[in-house]
C-alpha cells in the first residue's frame, strides 16, 4: 500500500483504487482512567501521558473513503452541539472549526462528499452530522445520504441510565425524519468494496467500516480499538458496556488485519492516522505507524 503521506493532520494513503484520508476534527482531553478502564496508570501512563488533571488528548478522527465514484466521510467528529462546561471540562475550544473547514483544508471540496457513515451514534462520532443554525438542525453535508444502524439508533432512544449522556438526538434524528439518513439491519455494503460491518463490545450494535480494493483492505476500527495504546487485547475502555465481547471483537479484527496486512485507523488516536497491526509476543497484538 502506498502511504503518499502519512502523519500530521493532512494524511492520505492509497488502497487499491481508493484514497484514503485521515480528518482529525479537533482534539479533546478525557480521563485517562476511563480510556483505559482496569488498566493500571503505572502500565498505560508509559504509552499515553496525563495532564495534572489525569486527562490524556484524544482526536476525533474522521475517514474519507474517496473511491472514484463516491467520495464517503467516515464519522463526523464531535461538532456544535456540547454544552459550554462540557467543553471547558475537555478543554474543546469554545468553539471548534467546522469540520466542512477541516475537510476543505484538505483540498476536498465538502460538497463532493455524498455519503457519510457513523460507526455508532455517540456524540463523540456523529456531532458533526448536523449544524444549528438560527435555533434550526440542517445536515452539516446536504448532498449526502448518511448510515447508521437502525439497532444503535433504537438503543440511544431507550434513554439507559448508564450510556444516555452519550446521545445528543439532533445530531441524528432530524436525518432520520427528513430521510436523508438510512438506519441499516446489520452488516451491509454500502457501495462496491466499502462495508459496514458489526463489532459488538463498546456497545451492542458499533459497527466497523471496510473499505477493501485490489487485494488492499482499510479498516476503521472505531471504538472497537481507540488508540494505537488498545491493541492488546485486555485494554478496554471503562466505557465499554461489553468488555468481554470487546475483547472478542479484537481477536477477531485484529487478527484479520494482521492476516490480510491491512491498514487501520483508530477513532481518537492523535499520533496515529493509520496503522498496520503486527503479532507481539508479550501483548499479541502491536501498532506500527503506516
Ligand atoms: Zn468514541
Redesign the pocket.
Known amino acids: 500500500m502506498g502511504a503518499a503521506s502519512v502523519g500530521g493532520i493532512g494524511s492520505s494513503l492509497v488502497v487499491g483504487e481508493f484514497e484514503i484520508l485521515r480528518i482529525q476534527a479537533g482534539t479533546y482531553w478525557w480521563d485517562g482512567g476511563a480510556i483505559f478502564g482496569v488498566v493500571p496508570k503505572t502500565l498505560w501512563s508509559r504509552k499515553i501521558a496525563a495532564d495534572d488533571l489525569n486527562r490524556v488528548p484524544l482526536a476525533f478522527n474522521c475517514y474519507l473513503i474517496r473511491t472514484g465514484e463516491h467520495t464517503i466521510l467516515v464519522e463526523t467528529g464531535g461538532g456544535d452541539k456540547m454544552e459550554p462546561r462540557a467543553r471547558e471540562r475537555m478543554n474543546l475550544p469554545a468553539e471548534g472549526e467546522p469540520l466542512a473547514a477541516a475537510i476543505a483544508r484538505q483540498g476536498v471540496d465538502p460538497e463532493s462528499i455524498d455519503m457519510v457513515i457513523n460507526s455508532h451514534l455517540?456524540w463523540?462520532?456523529c456531532g458533526g452530522n448536523t449544524v444549528r443554525a438560527n435555533g434550526d438542525v440542517l445536515a452539516a453535508f446536504p448532498g449526502a445520504r448518511y448510515f447508521a444502524s437502525r439497532a444503535e439508533w433504537e438503543h440511544a432512544h431507550e434513554r439507559l441510565p448508564r450510556d444516555s449522556v452519550s446521545y445528543i438526538d439532533a445530531n441524528y434524528d432530524p436525518l432520520v425524519e427528513s430521510g436523508q439518513m438510512t438506519l441499516v439491519d446489520g452488516d451491509c455494503e454500502v457501495v462496491p468494496g466499502v462495508r459496514m460491518r458489526r463489532a459488538p463490545g463498546h456497545n451492542r450494535d458499533m459497527m466497523v467500516v471496510e473499505a477493501a480494493s485490489g487485494g488492499q483492505t482499510f479498516c476503521f476500527l472505531?471504538?472497537l480499538v481507540?488508540t494505537a495504546a488498545h491493541v492488546q487485547p485486555t485494554w478496554v475502555a471503562a466505557f465499554d458496556l461489553y468488555p468481554l465481547e470487546t475483547i472478542e471483537s479484537k481477536m477477531r479484527w485484529l487478527g484479520a488485519a494482521v492476516d490480510g496486512n491491512w491498514v487501520v485507523g483508530f477513532?481518537?488516536d492523535v499520533e496515529f492516522p493509520f496503522a498496520r497491526i503486527v503479532g507481539d509476543a508479550k501483548t499479541q497484538f502491536a501498532a506500527v505507524k503506516g
Open positions: 455517540h463523540d462520532h472505531s471504538d481507540p477513532a481518537h
